[in-house]
């Protein structure tokens, strides 16, 4: 049995990395979360992460900013963008910056799994 | 000396014994003897001095003009009267002096009897009466005239008849008087009745100056001028108005100053003669007299005039401000009005106005409280202030507003004085008002949660994106073989905490966006800042605002409208969060602290933003002031005046640094000594720490 493609989880609010690895975890996957983007730089694991489901609206660097930064690292992890905000303006960006997919908040378990094995796939 | 007194002129008057003559001669007055049937017999010296006439003229007196032709006639039916009754003769006639002046005479005449009671002659005392004579006429001259003043008649009337009276006192002279306009400094309306207004008329305008006309000279040096000759005088030689008086036949002109008691020369008053000459002495004091009455007349007219105006300005005051003022002696019924608050009242002008007739007008609703206000006034004299509402015949509403003030009489009895305004623009005004605020309140709110919208999705989608995720994995853990029931009841007990957290961010949002009449009560700032600051936050971050809290310890509650206060606090923030979005080159700051400055609780929110001009701060709070192109001005000028309407005052100033602080200051809620707890637990932390 191959190991469970890791997915890691930047988001400031508490009750979404409380939550959604639960789900992730039931999915199957190994599942990392990460309070700040400045968090998930730090944390040694970008090499082993088949996706990442990134926060938009974050204190400190947001999410399109690590986005900025992944790309100039030249370390293109498949990105599933979540945010509370309706601005659809935002996802736009994100999505033509090359993430794979955004999902409004609150998005069903269907629409995140298809997003995140999408993600794993094109990686 | 008295033989050389008795001399020649008594030839033939055998019943008069020759002592008798010697005292008649040596007395002063005038005696003659006339005999039963009216022929003179003789007279004393006076006589013949006074008249300058022999005793034969003397004896002609009924065909000479030694009795004044006028008074001839009467003399004779007084004289004829009293010979054939023999009853004392008592009449007045004017007398030709020597220098022909006719001088007004008493005649006394005594009949002489012989023992058979016969009359055998009449003993003639005529005494000077002249002088007693123009004083009684000038006394009733200026009695006629005072009275007219004291009647309020016309000044024009009074002036014209003092001319005249003057004229007539002194026949061989024309009178006029010239009113002085003292802004001007020009003659004003002259009247000249016998002369007339083309003679007074030219003067109208003339400068007050001494080369102008002896009324001029005399106005400015305030003393009497007299040109004996205008002819040729060299003081008005060839000015316009020497050749406008003599175009009259006027050649002696005496002005003296009309002045009053305090010392402003009013007019002049002008004597002409048609003969070179000076005033005589009975001349003067006619002219001294006549002018000072002529002071009264003018005064009292001014006054008149001042008075009628402050009436008419008081009246138009009344008008305009709706107010009226009344009268009440306390032992009558009977009140004295206003024409305003004759209108207040909507009662006839004229109609006497009555308690009864008052509180016919009072609203039934404030009628037992005007009543026994009424009957209190009665009896306790002090200031009152009250408001009713008034139902007018017509059946509409009036509010007023009643000050009233006693005094007391010099007889003691009890009188009041007051106002009544009708204030019942300002009461619609101020409902009006009121409801007008409320509605731009209320849609300031509603704007700023347009503003908001993203903001508010963001704070309910975050807890129902948990609920969602728990509910799915709850139900994946509970299909799961075997089931994993603690994991199911972990997601499910974070079901419900995400639930709550949603429906306290809709409670909040209802708080603060329902459109609620005021509603007062005691808060924490501290609270309702942070409540606002939990529904803002994504907003601040999507902004990236960093904010920063500095709420003090131990805040003291303040008292007003919970929803109201935190628009504000709301309005402020987002304000000064706009202000920084264009910000790039420093951090984007927001600091909200609370602080107690003495009797205040103070709330301030500084920015690192665009700031503004330092020259503006008041205007910012103008209604549709904006620095922002997409800005809400009237966002601030409604949250000053809810901290206006909250006791408190909002203030704008720029910082040292980039960026503005908007602060409010609220008083704290009143401190009651007894029972306040929150007293007591300050003062024992104070003692505490």
């Not at chain 1, 968090?39 to 947001?62: H, K, Q």
């Not at chain 2, 010979?83 to 030709?96: A, D, F, K, Q």
């Not at chain 2, 004759?342 to 009628?367: A, M, W």
């Not at chain 2, 949250?639 to 409010?664: D, K, Q, V, W, Y």
Request: hydrophobic fraction near 40%.
């Amino acid at each position: 049995m191959t190991a469970a493609a890791l997915v890691s989880i930047v988001d400031d609010d508490e009750s979404v990395r409380e939550s959604l690895p639960d789900l992730l975890k039931e999915f199957g996957f190994a599942v990392q979360s990460f309070a700040s983007a400045e968090e998930f730089l730090a944390s040694g694991r970008m090499e082993e992460t088949r996706c990442l489901v990134l926060d938009i609206a974050m204190p400190g660097m947001s999410g399109p900013d690590l986005q900025r930064e992944l790309m100039r690292r030249n370390q293109p992890i498949p990105i599933v963008f979540i945010t509370a905000n309706e601005d659809s303006s935002e996802c736009a960006r994100v999505l033509l910056a090359g993430a794979v997919s955004c999902l409004i908040k609150p998005f069903s378990e269907t629409a995140l799994l298809r997003a995140i094995t999408k993600a794993i796939q094109t990686g | 000396m008295a033989k050389d007194l008795a001399v020649a002129p008594v030839e033939r008057v055998p019943p008069i014994r020759p002592d008798y003559l010697l005292v008649a001669d040596s007395v002063p007055a005038l005696i003659g003897v006339i005999a039963a049937d009216g022929a003179v017999e003789s007279c004393n010296r006076a006589v013949l001095e006074y008249f300058g006439a022999t005793l034969e003229e003397i004896k002609g007196w009924t065909t000479s003009k030694l009795v004044h032709p006028d008074d001839i006639p009467a003399e004779i039916a007084r004289q004829k009267h009293a010979l054939e009754t023999g009853e004392r003769m008592l009449s007045e006639h004017r007398l030709r002096r020597a220098d022909g002046v006719y001088r007004w005479f008493q005649i006394h005449g005594e009949p002489l009897r012989n023992s058979e009671g016969e009359i055998v002659q009449w003993y003639m005392l005529q005494t000077d009466i002249d002088d007693l004579k123009r004083a009684e006429s000038q006394l009733a001259g200026e009695k006629r005239l005072l009275e007219m003043v004291a009647l309020g008649r016309p000044l024009h009337e009074i002036l014209d008849s003092l001319c005249a009276f003057v004229e007539q006192a002194a026949p061989e002279c024309q009178c006029a008087v010239f009113l002085i306009d003292p802004a001007e400094q020009k003659f004003d309306k002259g009247f000249a009745p016998s002369l007339g207004d083309a003679y007074t008329g030219p003067l109208r305008g003339v400068p007050v100056v001494p080369g102008s006309a002896p009324c001029g000279a005399a106005a400015i040096h305030k003393t009497q001028v007299i040109a004996f000759d205008i002819e040729s005088d060299p003081r008005w030689l060839g000015s316009p108005y020497q050749s406008h008086a003599l175009a009259f036949g006027l050649r002696a002109v005496w002005s003296t100053p009309i002045v009053s008691r305090s010392g402003e020369v009013l007019g002049t008053f002008a004597v002409y003669q048609r003969h070179p000459g000076s005033p005589t002495q009975i001349q003067q004091d006619l002219i001294a007299q006549f002018t000072y009455i002529a002071s009264i007349a003018i005064e009292r007219a001014k006054s008149d005039n001042a008075i009628r105006r402050s009436e008419a300005f008081l009246a138009e005051a009344q008008r305009l401000s709706s107010t009226g003022s009344f009268y009440w002696r306390r032992t009558t019924d009977e009140i004295i009005c206003s024409d305003e608050t004759y209108r207040i009242f909507g009662i006839e002008p004229g109609t006497p106005v009555t308690v009864k007739l008052i509180t016919s007008r009072i609203h039934p609703d404030d009628l037992q409280r005007f009543s026994a206000r009424v009957e209190a006034r009665r009896t306790d004299g002090s200031r009152a202030e009250a408001e009713y509402r008034l139902l007018l015949p017509d059946g509409s509403i009036k509010f007023v507003h009643l000050v009233s003030q006693t005094t007391a009489t010099e007889s003691g009895e009890m009188e009041y004085t007051g106002v009544i305004q009708d204030v019942t623009e300002a009461r619609v005004a101020a409902e009006t008002l009121g409801k007008l605020r409320s509605e731009l309140a209320h849609v300031a709110r509603v704007t700023t949660l347009g503003a908001l919208t993203a903001s508010i999705a963001h704070e309910v989608n975050q807890p129902l994106s948990g609920i969602v995720t728990n509910a799915s994995t709850c139900l994946r853990m509970l299909a799961a073989d075997p089931p994993n029931v603690e994991g199911a009841r972990e997601t499910a007990r974070r079901t419900i905490r995400d639930g709550e957290r949603a429906s306290e961010v809709i409670a909040r949002l209802r708080a603060l966006f329902t459109k609620k009449t005021t509603a007062s009560g005691s808060i924490d700032l501290n609270e309702a800042t942070r409540e606002v600051v939990a529904l803002s936050m994504s907003e601040l971050q999507s902004q990236r605002v960093a904010l920063r809290l500095e709420l003090a310890n131990d805040l003291p509650p303040v008292i007003g409208d919970r929803v109201q206060l935190q628009q504000v606090i709301l309005n402020l923030l987002l304000n000064a969060s706009d202000a920084m979005s264009t910000v790039e080159d420093r951090p984007r700051e927001l600091v909200i602290a609370t602080t107690v400055e003495a009797a205040d609780v103070h709330l301030s929110v500084r920015d690192t933003g665009i700031g503004f001009d330092a020259g503006d701060p008041d205007r910012l709070f103008d209604a549709f002031y904006t620095t922002k192109s997409s800005g809400m001005g009237i966002g601030l000028s409604v949250s000053r005046s809810i901290m206006e309407r909250h006791g408190g005052r909002l203030l704008a100033t720029p910082n040292r640094g980039p960026g503005a602080t908007f602060s409010f200051s609220i008083p704290r809620e009143a401190q009651d000594v007894l029972g306040a707890p929150g007293l007591t637990d300050r003062h024992q932390r104070i003692m505490v720490g």
